[in-house]
């Protein structure tokens, strides 16, 4: 199974900042095969990314996604107040379906 | 619109079994795979498994196997997750998704609650 680490756990920013969000693979993630969501407080998440760089429908264009390797990042150019909430990436690279642990972006 | 429409929330007592239902709402449930995924209080996701909702198959993820079964009726574009001998480290939130392109999840249902407490 594929292990993937999310790092930072907690990132504390500020509206109009950058969050670079890492989520780190333990062995090669097929094809790029990984997507990016986010989760509200009691909300279901949502896709924002998939196949590692590809907008989903609906996703502002100041989410990004990239990879090097088995290093996949999720970059949020400019933090607007509805971005604050828990990014979770997910690879289907692997029969095996795996989760990252999550990472936390709050108000500073 | 598509939506995924699952069952209420569900307290249980240990020892007990839930099924937790997932309605297809705006498509045909068959046109997609359905996967299970677990989010324990405060804690991340965790797949656990899916349903060719053609064929019927079920493939479990590691940990979710004997205790869980998840079945299909197709005449009611519906998907069900069964929890037998439910234990306390059950509570959580179940969520239904949607598969595409090989495996991300581009529909969501809201989730159920089922919490296990005596």
């Known amino acids: 199974e594929i292990v993937l680490t999310q790092s930072p756990g907690t990132l504390s920013l500020t509206p109009g900042e950058r969050a670079t969000l890492s989520c780190r693979a333990s062995?090669?993630?097929?094809?790029?095969?990984l997507a990016w969501y986010q989760q509200k407080p009691g909300q279901a998440p949502r896709l924002l990314i998939y196949?590692?760089?590809r907008r989903a429908t609906g996703t502002p264009d100041r989410f990004s996604g990239s990879v090097s390797g088995t290093d996949f990042t999720l970059t949020i150019s400019r933090l607007e107040p509805e971005d604050f909430a828990v990014y979770h990436c997910?690879?289907?690279?692997?029969?095996?379906?795996?989760f990252g642990g999550g990472t936390k972006v709050e108000i500073k | 619109q598509v939506h995924l429409v699952q069952s209420g929330s569900e307290l249980k007592n240990p020892g007990a079994s839930v099924k937790v239902s997932c309605k297809a709402s705006?498509?045909?449930?068959?046109?997609?795979?359905i996967n299970w995924v677990r989010q324990a209080p405060g804690q991340g996701l965790e797949w656990m498994g899916w349903?060719?909702?053609?064929?019927?198959?079920?493939t479990y993820a590691q940990g979710f196997t004997g205790r869980f079964v998840f079945s299909l009726d197709t005449s009611v574009d519906t998907s069900y997750l069964q929890i037998s001998g439910l234990q306390t480290d059950d509570t959580a939130v179940y969520y239904c998704?949607?598969?595409?392109?090989?495996?991300?999840?581009?529909?969501w249902g809201r989730g159920t609650l089922v919490t296990v407490s005596s």
């Open positions: 998704a949607r598969a595409t392109g090989g495996g991300y999840f581009d529909l």
């Open positions: 705006g498509y045909t449930l068959s046109n997609y795979a």
């Open positions: 349903i060719d909702t053609n064929t019927g198959n079920p």
């Open positions: 062995q090669s993630v097929n094809s790029g095969y």
């Open positions: 196949a590692a760089s």
């Open positions: 997910q690879q289907y690279g692997d029969s095996r379906l795996s």
